[in-house]
T-cell receptor
């Protein structure tokens, strides 16, 4: 595809349920980032994948959050036992190398936890 | 940690007016980035600044990297309706193995006809 795609675009879930958010980066991009954007706020870094290296999970807010990147391409962000404060837009970005100025963002997944 | 303070939080301007917004930090940054986020979309990079004092334009947009490396501003001249959106400043920080971006809280721009 031409850009970063994310699915679903919107997700409504009940408190306590698990959710999976998907990111398809731009083909050939080796670096992939997940960010969280709460209402009226900037972007909060969550996790970073670079090639086959171990991911940098330093931004994950709790152990309920995890992410995988299969085959160096598609990534899945999983939130277990969702809480209302998890409601936010989850944005994925990819870049050809670990270069901040070349990060391309997807449209995001809007998560609402009731 | 390194935080970016962005102001104003929101702006309401008339079409045709010029706009100015800025970003400050207590820490030095070696790069300043300005992004725009349209409703329902991810941020899109507008301008990247790499050198203190640098002044860079992209169409009606002009951004400057402050001499102290602790601030940057973005100007939009002759605003049009499609300028509506949220503008974010951002800068890279090193954390663990990653070069991450830290973002300001954004400036919500509304252009009135």
């Amino acid at each position: 595809g031409a850009g970063v795609s994310q699915s679903p675009s919107n997700k409504v879930t009940e408190k306590g349920k698990d959710v999976e958010l998907r990111c398809d980066p731009i083909s050939g991009h080796t670096a992939l980032y997940w960010y969280r954007q709460s209402l009226g706020q900037g972007l909060e870094f969550l996790i970073y994948f670079q090639g086959n290296s171990a991911p940098d999970k330093s931004g994950l807010p709790s152990d309920r959050f995890s992410a995988e990147r299969t085959g160096g391409s598609v990534s899945t962000l999983t939130i277990q036992r969702t809480q209302q404060e998890d409601s936010a837009v989850y944005l994925c970005a990819s870049s050809f190398v670990s270069g901040h100025e070349t990060q391309y963002f997807g449209p995001g997944t809007r998560l609402l936890v009731l | 940690g390194q935080q970016l303070n962005q102001s104003p939080q929101s702006m309401f301007i008339q079409e045709g007016e010029d706009v100015s917004m800025n970003c400050t930090s207590s820490s030095i940054f070696n790069t300043w980035l300005w992004y725009k986020q349209d409703p329902g979309e991810g941020p899109v990079l507008l301008i990247a600044l790499y050198k203190a004092g640098e002044l860079t334009s992209n169409g009606r947009l002009t951004a400057q990297f402050g001499i102290t490396r602790k601030d940057s501003f973005l100007n939009i001249s002759a605003s049009i309706p499609s300028d509506v959106g949220i503008y974010f400043c951002a800068g890279p920080i090193s954390s663990g193995s990653a070069r991450q971006l830290t973002f300001g809280s954004g400036t919500q721009l509304t252009v009135l006809p």
